[in-house]
């Protein structure tokens, strides 16, 4: 695998931007678009748009 996922609940292997890759259910998440900040240690949030489990990866 390319990139490193991160799942929801997980915390941050280091800090900085992250997106949303797919949710954890299955469904696609390419309409969110979102990025948020992550500093190393924080715990990976729900997907914000869907607020569902989701894959996180550095943006």
Known sequence: MANNQFKTGEKAPESGTYKVDKLVNGNNANQDNTT?????G???PPSPSENEAAYWVKA
């Open 36 to 40: 948020i900040e992550v500093n190393e």
């Open 42 to 44: 924080d715990q990976f």
